[in-house]
């Protein structure tokens, strides 16, 4: 169940670049590990909007839509054969499936919650290790249909967000609000795929994983499956808001801002390059 949402904004993935140009360094510090993955487009397009290859012909400095991103990067690598994977994933994602014991997992696992089912999925290209969700209605900790408020008791007075309610979440939390602070708690305690350090990802990372080739979800399903297509919470407050908090969508991978007392998807990450 989610309210009606107070405060939001969502802005283009153009738009969203061109805000964060100028402020970069304050919003969003540099991380490392997040930066080598490519954004999945693979296809190029002419003037009139039909696909075409990917190659000099087509996007060459003296087109009319030159240089366009399917020609470079980790993408074109794997469209041309030449880019060597250590797990799966479409384009140039690479990607490992990791069981609830912390051990690699072969492709075929399916996800469940004994150790030697998938529970997690690794980025072998930013060494980041996302937790994957379980169908919504499952009834689990992390059922893909159940959102939370963004809640931080350790950020500075007036920032730290809204404790939530047990409205959404259910007892799976032990009777818990529904915030983001105690998501990461519960999974945590749980030791999810052999770790206890999960924490929510900053906005470069989510957009790290965003698949720029698809939509409705604008990520790998065969990795990240029960991605729902709302809104997912980052650990970043607004410069501009200590009441706002970015968070990405993965219809299409649009950026925005949320009020953080609207309950909103999560996604946890550990770990990194």
Sequence with gaps: MKPSVSRQRVFSAAAFLAIASATVLSVFPPAAHAAPNDTGQTQCYNAAGIGVPCNDANTGDTRSLPRQDGR?????QAAAGALGKTGGGDAGFDLSKICNNGSDCSASVAIGVNPADWGCTRDNATGLMWEVKTAAGSGNSRDASWTYTWYDSTAPVGARGVIGDTLTCGNTLGGANCNTE?????????????????RLPTPRELLSIVHRGRVGPAIDPVYFPNTTTDRHWSSTTTAADADL????????????????INFVSVRLVRGGL
């Design 72 to 76: 470079f990067g980790r993408d074109a």
């Design 182 to 198: 105690n998501y990461v708690a519960a999974i945590n305690a749980t030791g999810l795929c052999g770790h206890s350090d999960w």
């Design 245 to 260: 908090a970015w968070n990405v969508g993965f219809n299409d991978g649009d950026v925005g801002l949320d009020d953080k």
